[in-house]
């Protein structure tokens, strides 16, 4: 039986730009999640050369953190049964133009580059991501590395 989980949405600066990071919210909630941690930040260069170390020498990288420094941002820590799989469903292709209809990436992007959201790949990547923008208390006691809370 699969559990409650955490994963990692950020609402990216081109969506908060647009007026779209609402309806965006709003789209998670009606697709089951539970909104359990979010805030509103401005990313220096070093918290998002950090956040997306991964991609550190991909011909990308520099424009990524370029762009995820261009404005705010709304980090999310969000919940549901098999969370990271479902938000990478909800969410559709990095390409608008490829995503599937009905896709947050569809209805709110503007191109492959500014694609109004990020969402967590991986379990693994999903704890780290959480807890590079929520402390363990502000998650209210929800996240024990792994799972969360069935009661929660």
């Not at 469903?89 to 490829?98: F, Y």
């Amino acid at each position: 039986m699969a559990s409650l989980s955490l994963t990692l949405g950020i609402v990216k600066p081109d969506a908060v730009e647009g007026g779209k990071t609402g309806q965006i919210v709003a789209h998670l909630e009606q697709a089951g999640f539970v909104l359990r941690a979010a805030r509103l930040v401005r990313l220096s260069e070093a918290q998002a050369g950090a956040f997306y170390e991964v991609h550190r020498g991909r011909p990308f990288y520099a424009e990524l953190v370029r762009f995820m420094t261009s404005g705010p941002c709304l980090p999310m820590a969000l919940q549901r049964i098999d969370a990271v799989a479902h938000l990478r469903t909800v969410i559709g292709a990095t390409d608008p133009a490829e995503a599937a209809a009905g896709t947050i990436r569809k209805l709110f992007a503007e191109s492959k580059g500014r694609n109004a959201i990020h969402a967590s790949d991986s379990q693994d990547n999903a704890e780290r991501e959480v807890g590079f923008f929520f402390a363990e208390g502000e998650l209210a006691g929800l996240w024990d590395g792994k799972n969360v809370d069935s009661k929660g």
